[in-house]
């Protein structure tokens, strides 16, 4: 088998978020609030046809929550969903960033594709978030048919907004990312 | 900025699929064929509550095609799905595998989770895949609103069971993945 190598960085996000704790948990989840990714010069040229996909996925390196808690990554965790409940999740079945390969998925809105800019709206990113990849979003590829079980997502409310720090039980001093 | 380091192969898939050009060039084109996701045993608890979800993402290291096409990346390649046009397309506004970063994404049905495997439908993966995050699919995440505008995908035909060769113009003898 193949090993990977480290994978290219073809730009990063500028937003106004530097806190884990209070950075909007999904992008679908705060879908008005608008932010930049800037690519490297030479790759704005793989941007030609993107701007006629209203969404579009970014594949991120979550370089930040790895820094913040070296050592293995825990297999089960406690999602910022569940923090009231403090119930434990395999990593395989939560969106959470701290995850064995720290690689996130965005889903983003496209607003204006301009040179090596992409202005998007739905930001769920730390400012200076390393992007690896942007994929097309299409409906025929990536929407299931009917209403698809989801889990432990199924059994909660989501609230637009929802941030860690946000989601944390009440009296908690220092929600750590468990 | 933090560099990325190599991904972590968490697992790898098992499907009868050896050449890229006729492997189904989407999940959601061959949604009833089934496969084996074997995740290396350390990681296998991070599968915890991944059965109660009916779909699942895939991140994978797609390691053949750039096997297979040394030295830089064509930022504009003719995806499979206009090889009859010849009509060339910004990667970033396409999903073909020969990539900046060689990141997939598959979006799967999860059939059984068992141990450290993984049952599920939909294949659009070379057999020894290595896959590197497990992400489950969240409709409130995942499903944007409406009908989104899906650029060139719009104005095609997308047969099921589409792979490359099958897409290959009438008379090609070699269709390359440009």
Redesign the interface.
Known sequence: ??????????G?VASPYTETERTPI????NRSEEAVLRLAPE?A?????????????L?T?L?RPR?QAPGPTA??QVPYLLRAQGR????????GPR?????G?S?I?VLAVAGDTVRFAGVDLLD?T?V?????????????PG????????EIT?EDGSTPSGLAPPGASQPGPS
């Open positions: 088998m193949s090993q990977p190598v480290p994978p290219t960085v073809i990063v999904q992008s679908s989840l790759y040229d793989g941007l030609d046809g993107l701007a006629g996909f209203d969404y579009a996925w594949i390196w370089h820094d297999l089960r434990r999740i395999g990593i395989f079945a939560t969106r995850r064995v390969s720290p690689i998925l889903l809105r200076g390393p690896l990849d942007i994929k097309p979003y299409v409906t025929r590829f990536d929407r299931p209403e698809p079980r989801c889990g432990w997502f199924d989501i």
